[in-house]
């Protein structure tokens, strides 16, 4: 055999050998590629345990992969996908990443639309709710611009991702976390902001087929001292929307914010809501019409009787008044004080307290039940003369 054809016969040899190593490669990547678009590859480091708990609690958690909603469509553009996100293989390895987990990219409409066709999208949203999903897409208003935390709760935004909570997370904490309607849904604030920056519409009728009066609100009773008698857990309820009719935030719930966020620092879910009289205080729409003097307040002799109306039931009047803070009650400046000043200086004052009290009587917490601190130490104070 002369140079010549052994030169060929290596030539097909090395071919073949070239030709086995591309087949090797392309299947191996395959494999890999495939393994690395799995949903247990994804969910595989700990620092994705929020995301999967929020995910498996999710009306998304019957699309099977991650990809399915974070790679675009088509086998390319996935490949590309996975090939960028090689680096946050790496970073799980060295730990080389930041304190807080967050996708650097929003998720592009034409994922969305792989399963859900706006052109045929019948939405029937719970109440009275108008949401034109086309005329949204018309005017460029991307999915994740008012479902972004359809899937995961917008558990980045909420700050609850960090390294040391990953211990915490589990599938009964993904479950709270999303049942918290205002981490999945869009709420008022959202669409509100939106339609001012793109001077869109405002009025109700924009997005509401009703006026939104329940027909509860429409009844007499209701209207004079009937909604002062509301259970004080519905608090939250009326605020859903008299929190958009007050110029000042309410604070309604008391605790240190919902329910996760209180798990995840102090392992507890207790909360508070503030009472029927103090909302009427704080909220600036109960405050227009509770400053306004009440029918009732116009009667003759009224003056002269207060009093026994308010020994029937003084919670009623201190919903607008206040028996402490003299001439700075949130609602209306008239408090008790306003008219029935301290009459210690007139004798004998003790005869006319409508609370019996010793020969020599001295100041304690009992007396602040009335009259304020600050009106009292005037006198009784250290380094002044009794």
């Known amino acids: 055999m002369n140079f010549k054809e052994t030169l060929k016969g290596n030539k097909k040899l090395w071919l073949l050998v070239l030709l086995f190593l591309i087949v090797g490669f392309v299947a191996f990547f395959w494999d890999t590629f495939e393994t690395a678009t799995d949903t247990a590859y994804c969910t595989s480091c700990h620092q994705m345990k929020p995301e999967l708990y929020t995910w498996q609690a999710s009306s998304h958690s019957q699309v099977l992969q991650c990809v399915g909603c974070h790679a675009p469509p088509g086998t390319l553009k996935k490949m590309k996908y996975k090939l960028f996100t090689v680096k946050e293989w790496y970073a799980a390895i060295t730990g080389d990443y930041g304190i807080l987990i967050q996708s650097t990219k929003p998720i592009p409409d034409q994922v969305c639309n792989k399963c859900h066709d706006m052109t045929k999208r019948e939405v029937t ?103 002062g008698k509301i259970a004080p857990e519905e608090i939250v309820n009326c605020d859903s929307c008299h929190s958009y009719m007050s110029t000042e935030k309410v604070e309604v719930t008391k605790g240190s914010g919902s329910s996760y966020l209180r798990f995840l620092s102090k392992g507890s879910s207790k909360s508070t809501t503030i009472s029927v009289r103090d909302y009427a205080k704080s909220n600036t729409f109960c405050k227009d019409c509770h400053g306004k003097m009440p029918p009732s307040h116009k009667v003759k002799l009224f003056e002269m009787n207060h009093g026994l109306f308010a020994g029937q039931n003084q919670e009623k009047c201190f919903t607008c008044h206040d028996n402490r803070v003299l001439g700075n009650s949130p609602v209306t400046k008239i408090s008790c004080g306003s008219c029935h000043p301290s009459t210690h200086y007139k004798s004998p004052w003790r005869d006319k307290h409508p609370i019996p009290l010793p020969e020599n009587p001295q100041v304690t917490e009992t007396c602040y039940t009335c009259h304020t601190e600050r009106s009292c130490g005037n006198c009784h104070s250290s380094g002044k003369k009794k």
């Open 125 to 227: 949203p719970s109440g009275d709710l108008i949401i034109p999903h086309t005329k949204h897409a018309d005017k460029n208003v991307s999915c994740v611009s008012c479902h972004s935390g359809i899937a995961h709760g917008n558990i980045a935004e909420k700050k609850v991702t960090f390294r040391t909570d990953y211990g915490k997370w589990d599938e009964s904490l993904g479950k709270r976390f999303m049942s918290d309607e205002k981490s999945v849904r869009p709420d008022m604030d959202t669409c509100m902001s939106c339609h001012k920056v793109r001077k869109a519409p405002l009025n109700c009728s924009a997005c509401h087929e009703t006026s939104m009066i329940p027909e509860t609100h429409k009844e007499d009773a209701f209207k004079l001292g009937g909604h």
